[in-house]
């Protein structure tokens, strides 16, 4: 496995690579989540390539940038076990150098949900992930669902901009009890961690009602925040029932959605998704 810690090495690399290369875009302290995106990354292409880099970009004001969970040495043995060819693992000068002012900016749907809450924050992620692209220059990208309002505004920024690469989201990979895996989940103590079932408890019972024929939104809304609410822990951010595409919230389902939620455990913010098909 080759560690590469700039963009100048990083294009010479990628130079002399005529086979199809699959890309996992990290922020590092790396989990079962990250490692079953390099897996399908190891079956489909011939060369993998993991980036590690805590974009400074996306954290707003009084965000966990600084204290952003950060473990390079362990990252790089799991990715020896999955076989990953390369970790690319730029300095924050070299990806935002001195006087750097250009932006990715991907409209209506970054200004919902996360966007609403985190103003900013997918103007520095499509920004980082279209220097990404363009460095790498990757046949195929992979992103978790666990993400997925991210994934959704990546596939419109790659469609939009006639990005030569395919979009691949996979499921959210979760703990025994739920849990959807993250790397901000160490900051979760023994009481914090139970109490964050809720989130994985509350879109369970969203998907449940649905199967059972339910179909207004609100009504799923306010089941959620009811569940939610019981938690003493728990502070809620927001509940959508949504647009798979637009993300645009509903009142009644007649085709697939997306139900989201953010909540506060503690100071922990955490988001859990699930898809009602």
């Known amino acids: 496995m080759k560690i590469i810690n700039t963009i100048a090495e990083m294009r010479f690399f990628r130079s002399q690579i005529t086979d199809m290369v699959g890309f996992v875009p990290t922020m590092g302290y790396l989990h079962e989540g990250h490692l079953s995106l390099v897996k399908q990354a190891r079956i489909e292409n011939s060369v993998v390539i993991v980036s590690i880099f805590v974009n400074p970009t996306q954290f707003g004001p009084g965000e966990d940038y600084a204290v952003y969970p950060r473990d390079p040495d362990r990252d790089f043995d799991l990715l020896q076990k999955e076989k990953t060819d390369v970790v690319f693992m730029p300095s924050v000068e070299d990806m935002y150098p001195l006087g750097f002012n250009s932006w990715v900016k991907v409209d209506g749907i970054t200004e919902r949900l996360e966007g609403a809450c985190r103003p900013g924050h997918f103007q520095g992620v499509t920004t980082v992930v279209a220097k990404l692209f363009n460095i790498v220059e990757p046949t195929r990208a992979y992103f978790g669902q666990k993400d997925a309002q991210q994934a959704v505004v990546i596939k419109k920024m790659v469609a939009d901009l006639n990005m030569n690469l395919e979009v691949v989201v996979l499921p959210t990979i979760r703990e025994e009890n739920g849990l959807a895996m993250s790397s901000r989940n160490i900051y979760l103590d023994p009481e914090k961690r139970k109490a964050a079932i809720i989130l994985f408890k509350a879109l369970t019972l969203a998907h449940q009602l649905y199967n059972e024929g339910e179909r207004g939104a609100e009504h799923l ?57």
């Open 221 to 277: 809304r306010q089941e959620m925040v009811s569940l939610i609410n019981k938690e003493p822990l728990a502070k809620i951010d927001y509940v959508s029932i949504a647009d798979l595409e637009t993300l645009e919230e509903l009142s009644t389902i007649n085709h697939s959605a997306l139900a989201s939620i953010a909540v506060r455990i503690g100071s922990i913010r955490l988001i859990d998704n699930v898809r009602l098909l």
